[in-house]
């Protein structure tokens, strides 16, 4: 008996002893980030929530710094940034790892040095190639020379060329790799929004890469929160699919025949706060036209709206505008001045408002006569004031 007692005693103290070890596991990041004297260097984990603060220092002459912390209970690979002011530098820690980060200070996020992890040089890698990615797309969009229809197809071959590099090269070969679950949740600014590459919202073809990433992560990191999370994005992705495609199949508007087609309704919220419904203008001729504020182009468009309202607006016509702006407060402000029905689909380029109508590219407009019927997209329209008059 006494024996038993003594082994169950000595199982207990084992066990004990392990599960201290295991949470006691850590990992370091060491280095120097130069010409930083007296900055703040604050190590972040990029949690599921956002990023949180683990630890920081200020750093000297020599910028040397050497965080030692408790490896994340998680089966899988955890991310943390090193950051100084809005400068980082992007890590993914499997366990134990010690990783060396050598920089300099303000150019730390695209000049630095790592080494000890595979997968933070890939990091790396990727994180670079979104930079070039961004360069990119801002040259395109302050170059005078290009009107807005060649500017956004020119973004759109940037970015679907980065997707296929991105896709093939990395993502489909190593989906189980920490940096193949980085690659899915970069982000590019256009217009001063952020947006990730990959959408999983309602892109089938971005929904199947969150997925062969989950799929991955579950046969080597199962019941991972992070493999859970992609599931959940993968699946509500393909839900929001099916519901837009069943909507478009009953509303779409075939181009080739718009001009027989009675107008769809849309009831959105005007900038003063009033609903307003666009079969409500039924015995006035309409400009229904769907805008993005944000648009390099869009004070030249206005302008133009604004002196076709000026030489029409007594005789009949209307303008519908409809904003898809993510920003309302940014919306509002600039649409303060304007005289015409100025609305706003909060979904944005996602909207119900943009599907109903089969809108491909932003800017678009569409006339509707005074009977409520559709008459005419701006791709049939050669001549705007002439096909005003005619339905005046």
């Known amino acids: 008996m006494k024996i038993t007692r003594i082994f169950s005693v000595a199982v207990i103290m084992v066990a004990a002893l392990a599960f201290t070890s295991c949470n006691n596991k850590k990992f370091h990041i060491n280095g120097n980030i130069t010409e930083a004297k007296d900055s703040m260097l604050y190590l972040e984990n990029i949690s599921l929530n956002g990023p949180e603060k683990i630890d920081s220092v200020k750093l000297g002459e020599d910028g040397s710094f050497a965080f030692e912390e408790n490896a994340m209970d998680s089966v899988s690979p955890e991310f943390y940034r090193l950051r100084i002011a809005n400068q980082t530098i992007n890590l993914s820690i499997d366990s134990t790892e010690t990783i060396l980060v050598k920089a300099a200070y303000p150019t730390m996020a695209y000049k630095y040095e790592v080494e000890g992890s595979e997968n933070c040089s890939t990091i790396k890698e990727l994180s670079l190639k979104q930079m070039n990615l961004q360069a990119t797309i801002n040259s395109i969009t302050k170059n005078p020379n290009m009107g807005v229809d060649s500017m956004n197809v020119a973004i759109a071959q940037a970015i679907n060329s980065y997707k296929q590099d991105i896709k093939t090269q990395y993502i489909f070969k190593a989906p189980m790799k920490a940096s193949s679950y980085y690659a899915l949740f970069q982000t590019i600014q256009i217009g001063g929004t952020n947006s990730l590459l990959f959408n999983p919202r309602n892109n089938k073809d971005d929904i199947k890469v969150f997925a062969a990433v989950a799929t991955s992560w579950d046969t080597y990191y199962p019941n991972a929160e992070r493999g859970k999370n992609l599931h959940n ?142 008459q005419a997209r701006d791709a049939q329209i050669k001549d705007i004031d002439a096909a005003i008059k005619s339905l005046l």
């Open 233 to 374: 994005i993968a699946i509500q992705g393909m839900k929001d699919v099916r519901i837009m495609e069943n909507q478009m199949a009953e509303r779409q508007i075939d181009a080739s025949k718009v001009s027989v087609n009675g107008c769809i309704n849309l009831s959105l919220t005007d900038n003063k706060g009033v609903v307003r419904n666009l079969t409500d203008l039924k015995g006035k001729v309409v400009l229904l036209d769907f805008h993005l504020f944000a648009n390099r182009e869009s004070t030249k468009r206005i302008m133009m709206l604004r002196d076709l309202y000026n030489k029409y607006h007594a005789a009949g016509l209307e303008i519908y505008q409809v904003s898809v702006d993510p920003d309302e407060h940014f919306w509002k402000t600039s649409t303060a001045g304007i005289p015409w029905i100025c609305v706003r689909d909060e979904d944005g380029v996602q909207g119900q408002s943009l599907a109903s109508y089969n809108v491909q590219s932003i800017p678009t407009f569409f006339l509707i006569d005074r009977n409520n019927t559709l």
